[in-house]
Structure formats: structure tokens, C-alpha cells
């Protein structure tokens, strides 16, 4: 599995080579990639103050002293600075990262920088693959180990695709006979787990650890789930009434995390690579309008028809560039939600050579049903001023996809004949009229009767 | 290879010239390029246009007053025998509804591995919110085991999908997706691909239901929306019920109006049941005395939208000859009998297995109403 989705990645991880092998292997590319930035020093310093600490932090020498370093204190301060602000963005968290996991200049910048790591959108996987492989060098102290293990079950959900992470599960799982890691581990365990995973050999593991450890909840937890996947490789009875599963390890960054979603909720995503997804989880605030959030770009979850053909599928969610859609034209898989293509527009432009009527259909359900739910559906017209502001985001990003496609959906038409009929004329009139512009050409008795009728 | 989309102006397309009348609509259409020619081939009729004027883009506008069914089957009211255990399951509790877009790729044949896919989600969603509430009888389960069962003998048509029921063990929630006498025409011009079950009825435990209908959104790529049932739907509701004569008879017939005035007022209005069927058989009478060839028995037969409109002028004009109160000025919220009770907002309680299935077939059409597309 790892081989088929290595489109564009760093270093191999080859699961069966041994760590030592896999940390010499980053090491090395990693001076290569120093060297080629010495190379470019001759630009002009950036004006940003982020680039520059990050430029400093990938090319600082191993060993140079921490304590009384001016330098490095100053371009921590401005990262700092930005990542509480409004978050770091996936190339900074993964310098950083690497920096932190590396100890290039000992423990406690770890420390300070594994707190201020807050993704602003998404983490990239490769960068947490690679600061994995560092905890496997074993240099790091265990206080800073349970600190990382905490991070990356903290920013899970915002780490882009969990493919690779899953094809090292046997590297995770390794750690989980370290007593101080263990219940951390087997949270992250958790979330990965797919039916694959389960092996007899794991199981006994836990079993073991068990009976050292007595029946500790993460424990049940974990071997409740391999019991999920495969009842008949765990035979012990396990208690039917629990109480609530694993403790939220968040701690350090959930107020900050928080703070920065918050802030960036108002901002309409564009051109951002696929298969992330801003999952807007402002603690147990609910939204009341749902029904206009793009869903996140997940792959199908039913690919049946491939599998006969032996042909390997690309989910649309790990394609990050245009030269990717290009190659593998011709074995995208379309993902589970089609509403979800609005939010990217490699997306769209895929959309444009999708010749499935399915496809269409389902887009035109969810798109239908959103405009229905808000402006048609509510009591009296839903012009509250707290829906507005989401409405006219909502309404622009449509416009945009049809001008970009240029073409309209058709559920766009028969909504907004709909429509006219309640309209006030006021309510978002620009959107409106640019919406009006995308109509097909019909003929003028129709139009007549359809829309200029009051 | 450039995908650059040629950028035309901002100009209205609107404001083209027309084509002159007497040019076919059809030579038109074959000069729009083809990129715009394959897109529209998906663009389908609403539904609305199957059941409204017979243009050929017709949108019908407008979509409050029903121009659907103007004459249901009321069918002779079953004995309880005849209605199965699984069907069993459906009565005597309180379900609030939904409508559901059409399901992509739901098989009836994997309903096992749905069911597990679901017991993994719901386990896995839970544990991300931390843990979830603590409740105080069934707690967290470590093995959350959720089943999908077929009931059958709901399906009216060839075009109609079984009805699925889904159940968690041990957890006070339960739901099921139906289609009931839906619309023939429309099934048929949905691809293979979309299965239609457009009725959703849930009820139980509150925090499963978000939990279940994301999981469906996710697998499925549908969406899920309220079901309100309109003041015309009541008053059906209400006629059919009291046609049944021999199981409505046992409790009076309710309704409740709720009057704009300030402040807002409710009038509950409770009618004998022998006084309800008596008034019924006299608006049923004089029209169908009228249609002599009908070999139905009383209370066999078609019901029309004449029939339920008078019989319910009845009851608001002796409401008014009492108590001077013109109910036809609020709205009908609320309507029950001993077959079962209906609310606006969406709640519905079946008690009785007779007529099930022509209240199911009423609700299915509401909820096609509401598709998008």
C-alpha cells in the first residue's frame, strides 16, 4: 500500500528496513537539502520574519549551543509569535518538526517548539512520518517523547492523510512496551487501527502487558477494538459497560487551537491541495448551519468496481498537484462526498473531465439540498443577520465554481426559480443576479413565464 | 495539455437576443457546444415538472399548494394479524421524520457490513469527543453492535426500495428508512446507481442521530433535512384515519388548531368517534352517489381531496356555530385518533398496523416533494 500512494514523498520508508537504517537515510538527505539552501543564501534575506527563522533553523549546524543564543531566541520568538496568532503553516510545522525531533541543538528548544507547534490548516504527513522515525532513534529524553506521542494525537485529525502513518503501524506499535508511553500509544493505536492491522502476535502483546500492567482502561480499549475487527483473534470477554473512553491529552494546545480556528473560520479556503479538511471543531460549539460546510475530501468508501480490474485506484483526495491529476487522469476514484469539490479548484478542474452522470447527480443533490435548506426552506426567509455572512460566503464560492466551469448546475436554475417566486429583491441581490447570468438559454416564452412573471 | 477555460465576459446571457419563435427549440440546443450539451445531460427535471405542467423545462413555480394526489386508496382496514413482527417494530412510538436524498451505492445485500461500518464509526466518533455523555442506564459500550434489517411487505410498487430498520443493541435509539408507494416515474429516471428512500424516521436516544445521519452522508453522499407534514397532509391524515372505521372508533378524533392572535392560541377540538364517522359518511354520500359505477363497498374505495375538504368545513363550521371562532383562520398543528397521531413539526406516532401503509404512502410523497432536484 505504501508503494502505490508514493507520488510525491521524501525518502522511502520501506517498513521491513530497520530504524538505524531509516534515521541515516533522513540524515543524509537532509544535508543535501541544507547544502541547497547554503547555495541560495545569495538571495535577498526575506522580509518575512517566519522564513527567515525557519531558513536559520534548517541550517543551523548540530551541536551549536542553545543557552545564550541570540539568534536562535529571536527567530523562536517570531515563530512563536505567528503560531499563536494565526498558526503555523505546513511547511513551518514540518522545518520545525524536523528541527525539534532531530535535537540538533539539544533538548530544550525540543520542548519549546514541540508547544508552539499549532497547524493553522493541516500537518503535513511526510513531517510526522519523519519526527516518528526520530522517536525511533531513541535520543530523545521520555518527558519530550510523551510530549510528541500527546502533539501528534492532538493535531490528528488535521494530518492530511493517514496512509503512511498506518503503513508504520508496527513501528508504533513497538512503543507500546514502554510503560511511560503506553497509554498514549495506544490512543494513537486506536485512531489508526484498520482491520489489516490486527495480528495475532499484537494481540498477545497486549495481553501480555495486561497482566503486568492489570487491566488498565487504554488497554481495553485497544483490544476491544482489535475485537471489533477481528472477534476471533481476541477470545477474552471484555466488560460490556465502560466509562468513557480515553482522556483527551490535549492540554497544552487546546486553548491556542482553539483561538486560531476561530480566527480562521471567516476565511473561504481557495486553492488549497486536496485532501485536507478544516474541521471546524471549536470545542462543543455546534453549528447551526451545517448543511453549507463543504464536507471534507475523503476517499470512497465503496470502490467496488476496480477491484476486478486489478488496477491500482487514486483516491482524489492524495493528489496535491496539477502534474499528479494529469498522470493519473485516468485512475482517479471520486471521492466519498461530491460536494466536497467545491472547496479546491484541482478539484474542479478534474470535475470538468468527469463524464459520469452519477457524479453530477450527486453533486447536484447536495448542492440542491443546501440552497433548498437555507434560503427556501426555513420560516420566513432566514435573512438573520448571524446566516447571512455564511449565505453570501456560500453563495460566492458557487459562483465562482460556475464561473470557473462556466456553466451552471442545473439544481442552480431550479432553484432560483423557485425562488424568485419569495424573493424579496433585496436579500444578497449581487449574489442573486450572478447567479441569474448562469442560466442556460431557453426560449424567450419560457422565459417569460419563468422569471419575469411576478 | 491546457485546461485554461476561455474567461467570457460577465455579460447576462439573458440578455441575447431571443431566437425568433418560429425557430424549434430543438435546432438550438444542437448548436450549444458540447461541453455545455454533456453537463446538461445530467440536469433532470425536478420533480416537481413530472406532476405540474407538461413543458418540457417545466419548473413548475410555486410549490405550495399540492397538484399531486387528488384521490388515495383507502384500503379495507387489515386485522392485526397481517402485519408482520418486523412491521411490528414501526408501531406505537413516537418518530420524528426526515427526508433523505437518494442513497449512492446503498445495497440491500451488504446490510451487514453497513452495519458494522456503523458500529466502528459511532465508536470511533465518540471517542474523539471525549468520551460522549455518560448515560444513566446503558453507559459507554466497549462494543457498540448495531443491526440493519430488512422489513418487507412495505413496497407498493415494482419501483419502491424495502425499508431498512436499524438498531444499535443496547442503546435506546432506533430508525428506519422507508419508500412507500413513491413515485414510479421519478424512481425511474434516477441512475442504477441511487437507491430512493426518502422517508427517514428516527427516535430515541438524541445524540445517536446526529452521529448515524453523518455516517450515512459520509458512505452514501446524501443529506438529510426536516420533514415538516403541512396543514393539507393533516387534514388527509385525519379523513383516512377516521375512514377506518372499525379501529378509530375507540378513541375521539383530535385535532389541534393554533390561532394567530396574541398571545397565540391553541384550541384542541376533541370529536366523538361515532360523531366523526357520521359526519364523514355524509360527506362521503352525496359525491358518491354521483359516480354509480363504483362497486366498492363504503369504505372501500378512493378518497378525493373533495371529501377531506368537506369533511374538515364541517367540523370548523360547527366549531364556529358553537364558539364563533373561525379555526380556518389558524393552522392545523396536530392531528390524532386511535390509528395513530401526527404533529407539524414532524412527529408521527402509528398505533395501529391498519392503514399503515397508506399513511407511509402520503408521508413518502411529501418527502419527495422536497428534493432538490
Not at chain 2, 236 to 257: D, I, S
Amino acid at each position: 500500500m505504501a508503494a502505490t500512494l508514493n507520488l510525491s514523498r521524501p525518502p522511502d520508508l520501506d517498513s521491513s528496513s530497520s530504524s538505524s537504517a531509516a534515521a541515516a537515510d533522513s540524515t543524509s538527505s537532509d544535508t543535501s537539502v541544507s547544502r541547497g539552501l547554503r547555495r541560495r543564501r545569495r538571495r535577498p534575506e526575506a522580509e518575512d520574519p517566519v522564513v527567515a527563522a525557519l531558513k536559520y533553523l534548517t541550517e543551523v549546524e548540530a551541536g551549536t549551543p542553545a543557552q545564550g543564543n541570540d539568534e536562535l531566541e529571536k527567530h523562536l520568538v517570531s515563530v512563536e509569535r505567528v503560531a499563536y496568532s494565526q498558526g503555523l503553516s505546513p511547511e513551518a510545522i514540518a522545518v520545525m518538526l524536523e528541527f525539534a525531533m532531530s535535537l540538533r541543538m539539544g533538548v530544550s528548544p525540543c520542548v519549546r517548539v514541540l508547544k508552539c507547534l499549532l497547524p493553522a490548516t493541516m500537518v503535513p504527513h511526510q513531517a510526522v512520518v519523519r519526527a516518528v522515525v526520530w522517536l525511533c532513534v531513541g535520543k530523545l529524553p521520555i518527558s519530550t517523547q510523551v510530549l510528541f506521542v500527546k502533539w501528534v494525537l492532538t493535531v490528528f485529525d488535521m494530518i492530511d492523510a493517514k496512509d503512511n502513518l498506518r503503513a508504520i503501524y508496527g513501528f508504533v506499535f513497538s512503543f507500546v512496551t514502554e510503560e511511560d508511553l503506553c497509554p498514549y500509544i495506544c490512543h494513537l493505536l486506536y485512531l489508526l487501527t484498520r482491520k489489516e492491522c490486527v495480528r495475532l502476535l499484537r494481540v498477545r502483546k497486549l495481553l501480555e502487558l495486561q497482566s503486568k500492567l492489570g487491566k488498565q482502561p487504554f488497554l481495553v480499549h485497544l483490544l476491544s477494538l482489535y475485537k471489533v475487527f477481528c472477534p476471533d483473534l481476541v477470545t477474552l470477554s471484555l466488560p460490556s459497560r465502560m466509562r468513557a473512553g480515553f482522556r483527551n491529552h490535549n492540554r497544552p494546545w487546546k486553548s491556542a487551537l482553539i483561538a486560531i480556528q476561530k480566527g480562521n473560520a471567516g476565511r473561504v479556503l481557495s486553492d488549497l491541495p486536496l485532501g485536507l479538511g478544516t474541521k471546524e471543531k471549536a470545542g462543543s460549539r455546534k453549528r447551526k448551519l451545517g448543511h453549507m460546510e463543504l464536507p471534507t475530501l475523503t476517499p470512497a468508501v465503496q470502490s467496488q468496481t476496480q477491484t476486478s480490474y486489478n488496477k491500482a485506484v487514486v483516491p482524489l483526495a492524495h493528489i496535491s498537484s496539477f502534474v499528479q491529476l494529469l498522470e493519473n487522469l485516468h485512475l482517479i476514484e471520486l471521492p466519498a462526498q461530491m460536494g466536497s469539490l467545491l472547496g479546491s479548484s484541482l478539484a474542479l478542474q478534474y470535475l470538468d473531465c468527469v463524464q459520469d452522470e452519477s457524479a453530477f447527480l450527486r453533486l447536484n443533490f447536495w448542492l440542491g439540498h443546501a440552497l433548498h435548506k437555507e434560503f427556501l426552506f426555513c420560516g420566513h426567509g432566514g435573512a438573520s443577520q448571524s446566516s447571512s455572512e455564511e449565505a453570501v460566503q456560500f453563495l460566492e464560492r458557487l459562483l465562482s465554481t460556475q464561473h470557473f466551469l462556466q456553466e451552471g448546475f442545473s439544481c442552480t436554475e431550479a432553484f432560483l426559480y423557485k425562488f424568485l417566486n419569495v424573493w424579496d429583491g433585496s436579500l444578497l441581490r449581487p449574489q442573486i443576479l450572478g447567479l441569474l447570468s448562469s442560466i442556460p438559454v431557453v426560449p424567450s416564452s419560457c422565459i417569460n413565464r419563468l422569471l419575469f412573471e411576478p | 495539455m491546457s485546461l485554461s477555460t476561455c474567461r467570457c465576459s460577465e455579460a447576462l446571457w439573458m440578455r441575447m437576443d431571443p431566437p425568433p419563435t418560429s425557430q424549434p427549440f430543438s435546432t438550438s440546443a444542437v448548436r450549444t457546444p458540447l461541453l455545455a450539451q454533456r453537463r446538461s445531460r445530467s440536469s433532470r427535471q425536478s420533480y416537481r415538472s413530472y406532476v405540474g405542467t407538461a413543458s418540457h423545462l417545466g419548473y413548475t413555480p410555486g410549490f405550495t399548494k399540492r397538484r399531486l394526489t387528488t384521490s388515495r386508496l383507502a384500503p379495507r382496514g387489515r386485522t392485526a394479524d397481517e402485519v408482520s413482527p418486523a412491521q411490528l417494530a414501526l408501531l406505537a412510538r413516537e418518530w420524528q421524520l426526515s427526508y433523505v436524498t437518494p442513497l449512492y451505492r446503498f445495497r440491500h445485500g451488504q446490510l451487514k457490513t453497513y452495519a458494522r461500518q456503523l458500529a466502528a464509526f459511532v465508536q470511533s466518533e465518540k471517542q474523539q469527543q471525549g468520551g460522549g455523555p455518560v448515560e444513566a442506564g446503558a453507559g459507554m459500550e466497549s462494543t457498540l453492535k448495531v443491526s440493519f434489517t430488512l422489513v418487507a411487505g412495505m413496497a407498493q410498487t415494482e419501483a419502491d426500495a424495502d425499508t431498512v430498520f436499524i438498531q444499535p443493541h443496547k442503546a435506546l435509539w432506533s430508525g428506519w428508512l422507508a419508500c412507500v408507494g413513491g413515485d414510479p416515474d421519478y424512481m425511474r429516471s434516477l441512475p442504477e446507481d441511487f437507491v430512493c428512500l426518502p422517508l427517514f424516521c428516527r427516535g430515541g436516544a438524541a445524540w445517536l442521530s446526529p452521529l448515524v445521519e453523518a455516517w450515512f452522508c459520509r458512505t452514501f453522499d446524501c443529506c438529510f433535512g426536516p420533514l415538516e407534514i403541512n396543514a393539507v397532509s393533516l387534514q388527509w391524515l385525519a379523513a383516512l384515519w377516521t375512514n377506518c372505521r372499525a379501529q378509530a372508533g375507540v378513541q375521539p378524533l383530535k385535532l389541534v388548531w393554533s390561532l394567530p392572535v396574541e398571545p397565540p392560541l391553541e384550541v384542541t377540538y376533541a370529536v366523538h368517534p361515532q360523531d366523526a364517522w357520521e359526519l364523514w359518511r355524509s360527506v362521503r354520500r352525496p359525491l358518491r352517489e354521483r359516480v354509480d359505477e363504483e362497486e366498492d363497498e363504503d369504505e372501500d374505495g378512493s378518497v378525493g381531496i373533495e371529501e377531506v375538504e368537506g369533511f374538515i368545513k364541517g367540523l370548523q363550521s360547527h366549531f364556529y356555530r358553537h364558539f364563533r371562532l373561525e379555526l380556518s383562520a389558524g393552522q392545523l398543528t396536530q392531528v390524532s385518533t386511535a390509528l395513530g397521531s401526527a404533529k407539524h413539526g414532524g412527529r408521527l406516532k402509528i398505533s395501529n398496523g391498519s392503514y399503515m401503509v397508506t399513511t407511509l404512502t402520503l408521508l413518502t410523497e411529501c418527502a419527495l416533494l422536497k428534493m432538490p432536484v
